[in-house]
């Protein structure tokens, strides 16, 4: 069966500082993969989605980046972190209809 | 603009009432309507799921009601229970495209004892 791992579970890091997300999908091939935010209490908006290995389509400008390095990872990243980057980012997979989504990370930039 | 409008966009209910949730949309090339659940701190689950070819889909408590014309859709939870508080998200999908699943805006439902 399919499983999606994110990770880590919770992070807190100061302004300014750089952000590696991680996310791996287990059990399938070739997904498609999504990266979103979740601010307290809001609903989800759609950050990166990737079709493959190097593509990456951004939805929304702003001071994160995506990566997909290998068919089943895909990493969100930032360079200099800023307070308005906290959030709970969720990372997706979907091989058709539906998407399933991982346990998230919650971020907060002190 | 957003794709699929949902309402409430928080609910309060007795434990042992119906709840209800709304969906629209305008597009459509969509054929396909999930729903999710998410508990605080958790990522959503997919709950219950229609196609149009159906008015109605039922699984246990949780009912999804389906009006084509209207291109409108719904979600009723029978005997809500306590366990049941959590936010719940409609969807609608399209069988073309990698980004091709437009979220709601939420809703928030309470269920007190």
């Known amino acids: 069966s399919q499983t999606i791992h994110q990770w880590p579970a919770t992070l807190v890091q100061p302004v300014g500082s750089p952000l590696s997300l991680e996310c791996t999908v287990e059990g399938t091939s070739n997904p498609n993969l999504y990266w979103y935010r979740q601010a307290a209490g809001r609903g989800l908006q759609l950050l990166f989605y990737?079709?493959?290995?190097?593509?990456i389509s951004s939805e929304v400008p702003q001071n994160l980046s995506a990566s997909r390095p290998q068919d089943r990872q895909f990493i969100l990243s930032s360079k200099k972190l800023l307070l308005s980057d906290s959030g709970f980012y969720l990372c997706a997979w979907s091989a058709s209809y539906g998407y399933t989504f991982g346990s998230g990370t919650r971020l907060t930039v002190v | 603009q957003q794709q699929v409008k949902q309402s409430p966009q928080s609910l309060i209910v007795q434990k042992g009432g119906i709840s209800i949730i709304n969906c629209a949309y305008e597009n459509t090339a969509f054929d396909y309507f999930p729903w999710y659940q998410q508990f605080p701190g958790k990522g959503p689950a997919l709950l219950i799921a229609i196609r149009p070819d159906v008015s109605e889909k039922k699984e246990g408590r949780f009912t999804i009601s389906f009006n084509k014309s209207a291109k409108q859709f719904s979600l009723h939870i029978m005997d809500s229970q306590p366990g049941d508080s959590a936010t719940y998200f409609c969807a609608a999908s399209m069988q073309t495209g990698a980004n091709n699943l437009f979220f709601g805006t939420g809703t928030r439902l309470t269920v007190i004892p």
């Open positions: 990737s079709v493959g290995i190097g593509q």
